[in-house]
């Protein structure tokens, strides 16, 4: 009972941390906006492409690290002593799925907000084109993960994994 109980509190402490997390990230990205629109709307496209490339960047760099321990760990059968190890693989994956996941709701609000910011046509269409293209590379990103877990054989079919 306490074991649940425990368990229960950190998650619920896991998910509020990155809620808040999440709330102070799009909130920086929204006022960094508002900041570069006052430039004017080459400074704010700037920014966006900035916040944009660092992002994915980020992202790459996460998916990367999983990929180069899934390669250290190999293959791992149930109950072997080095299950352990194949659990840090699976949380890593896990991460990058949280990270896809809280990146795509922090980024809803400045997509919108870029749309209110912009002045000019041209700048209205750029701002869209980037949107399209920040989209287009998570997708991309998302298989990436995808695509790596099962090389790896970390790939989780409806909650179970697959050896």
Known sequence: MFRFATRTALGFSAVLF???????????????????????DSALLSFELLVTLLSLGLLSGLINRADKLARAVGTVRRGS???????????????????FEYLFYAFFP????????????????????????????????????????????????FGRTTP
């Open 18 to 40: 990155s809620a808040v997390l999440n709330a102070i990230f799009t909130a920086l990205v929204v006022g960094g906006q508002w900041l570069a629109s006052l430039g004017g």
């Open 81 to 99: 002593p080095e299950e352990k190890q194949a659990d840090r693989v699976m949380a890593r994956f896990k991460a990058v799925d949280t990270a």
């Open 110 to 157: 400045p997509a919108i907000a870029g749309f209110i910011f912009l002045d000019a046509h041209l700048a209205l269409y750029l701002h869209s084109g980037l949107l399209a293209l920040a989209m287009a590379g998570g997708f991309w990103q998302a298989y990436r993960v995808d695509r790596l877990q099962k090389a790896r054989g970390y790939a989780e079919d």
